[in-house]
């Protein structure tokens, strides 16, 4: 497994799973915005992200249902980490209900800010 920063000729497979597993959402790219991805001979998982007023903000992370629980929500949010300077905020959005990826975010040392529907959780590098 390797996980590596997307290249184009990757947009489609990503954009297309991500679809499949967030068929709700509107994934685009805006600006200074990154995406990596999980590479198992195909694309298995990805994580997207960007800067949003000064702020890192974590815009989804999803893995193939069929390679779910072999920890490559974890390979790919360990190798975002090491590459965000440890003076960052990192802010993400999470659903209340979606406890496999609140666990991994409070692994990671993510904490929640706000309440609502949607958990605000953020995360200080240097913590």
Known sequence: MIVREMESEDTFEVFQLAHSLFPDS???MKGYDLIFVAEDEDI???LHMGWIKGKVVIK???VREDHQGRGIATLLMEEV???ISTES???LKVKCDNF???RLYQKHGFFIKK???S???VKKQNS
Do not use: P, T
């Open 89 to 91: 905020e990192i802010h």
């Open 26 to 28: 509107n994934i685009s």
């Open 100 to 102: 496999s990826a609140l």
């Open 119 to 121: 958990l605000v959780m």
């Open 81 to 83: 980490l090491s590459k």
């Open 60 to 62: 989804g992370i999803g």
């Open 44 to 46: 298995v998982g990805f």
């Open 115 to 117: 309440f609502g529907s």
